[in-house]
């Protein structure tokens, strides 16, 4: 029998965690319904631990930007969080768990899966002395791996982080690189011409879409750059180099045109030089005058940098 519990703005639904309700150890999330903005899943339940999250439990839940789940959870049913448009941030605890399939299908805002110490009623340990482990910027490298890279087999709650995991994290990025632009084109048009009456139909469109997809990965890893190898640095910087004009500004532009790190991202790996700046300057018009500022100042001390340099020699 579901009973229900009741969070600031919604419901959970809960059931006995075994199939014969008199064995129950623990309780299980069967449904969340509500308009919270984040949601802590508490550790105990009616003096139950809540050990599992089921089948679709947070499937489709549009206001959720933040889950935090508690240190007893044991298990994870298949598409718990999927279709959850506005989720940008999973708090996990860091202990072998059973996980399901699509976990995370369609989340596309998902930033960050942090792995914490806790204990089992939900409170992170004593001896925690940060969020995620075993460096910041692998909460951010796991999230990517599972909402822009199609790859929930490194979502590993044990492993994730490690010299192994980031050599696997990099060469997947490194085989997204060299995957043909019009792969998977004719495969789309024949799942149905009704399905795909927009511009994804082009061609030159499709190859468009997927040259931004590569270069929003790219910009996530140089951004977070835990582990990355300095020869990995540089295929990252020529591939963002080589689309600069076509794809790597317009979407810098278009998504991150007021964040002054993806600006640096560019300057950093050669994006940005000065045989090119002015003319990117030129390109920003009337938008985005904070970062168009910075842009116009940095190309000031270049330019005085390179004078100084002259009267050196």
């Known amino acids: 029998?579901?009973?229900?519990?009741?969070?600031?703005?919604?419901?959970?639904?809960?059931?006995?965690?075994?199939?014969?309700?008199?064995?129950a150890t623990g309780v299980k999330i069967e449904y969340y319904r509500g308009k919270d903005v984040g949601v802590k899943v508490p550790g105990q339940i009616e003096g139950k631990p809540v050990t599992g999250i089921g089948k679709k439990a947070f499937l489709g839940a549009k206001t959720l930007t933040r889950i935090e789940l508690p240190g007893?959870?044991?298990?994870?049913?298949?598409?718990?969080?999927?279709?959850?448009?506005?989720?940008?941030?999973?708090?996990i605890p860091k202990r072998e768990m059973t996980l399901g399939s699509g976990l995370f299908k369609d989340c596309e805002k998902l930033e960050r899966i942090v792995f914490i110490e806790k204990d089992e009623d939900g409170?992170?340990?004593?001896d925690t002395h940060q969020a995620e482990a075993p460096d910041g910027d692998v909460s951010y490298l796991l999230a990517l791996a599972?909402?822009?890279?199609?790859?929930?087999y490194l979502f590993d709650t044990q492993k994730a982080g490690s010299e192994d995991w980031i050599a696997h994290f990099d060469s997947l990025i490194l085989q997204i690189l060299e995957k043909d632009d019009t792969?998977?084109?004719?495969?789309?048009?024949?799942?149905?011409e009704e399905d795909y009456v927009g511009d994804e139909s082009n061609l030159d469109t499709f190859i468009l879409m997927k040259k931004?997809?590569?270069?929003?990965?790219?910009?996530?890893?140089?951004?977070?750059?835990?582990?990355?190898?300095?020869?990995?640095?540089?295929?990252?910087?020529?591939?963002?180099?080589?689309?600069?004009?076509?794809?790597?500004?317009?979407?810098?532009?278009?998504e991150h045109g007021d964040e002054k790190e993806y600006f640096d991202i560019l300057i950093d790996t050669g994006c940005i030089?000065?045989?090119n700046i002015t003319g990117l300057i030129d390109s920003m018009g009337e938008r985005?005058?904070?970062?168009?500022?910075?842009?116009?100042?940095?190309?000031?001390?270049?330019s005085a940098g390179g004078f100084l340099n002259t009267l050196e020699l």
């Open 212 to 254: 931004k997809e590569k270069v929003r990965i790219l910009l996530a890893r140089l951004l977070h750059p835990y582990g990355l190898s300095e020869k990995n640095r540089e295929i990252c910087s020529k591939y963002l180099s080589e689309n600069m004009s076509s794809v790597t500004w317009p979407l810098v532009l278009d």
């Open 273 to 275: 030089t000065d045989s």
């Open 123 to 126: 409170e992170p340990k004593e």
């Open 146 to 152: 599972v909402s822009k890279m199609d790859a929930p």
């Open 1 to 23: 029998m579901i009973r229900e519990t009741e969070t600031a703005g919604g419901v959970l639904g809960i059931s006995p965690a075994e199939a014969d309700p008199a064995e």
């Open 72 to 91: 007893s959870i044991r298990s994870i049913g298949d598409w718990a969080f999927a279709s959850c448009s506005a989720l940008r941030e999973l708090i």
């Open 183 to 192: 792969d998977g084109f004719s495969k789309m048009l024949l799942c149905g």
């Open 288 to 302: 985005n005058t904070q970062m168009k500022g910075y842009l116009i100042r940095h190309k000031g001390e270049s």
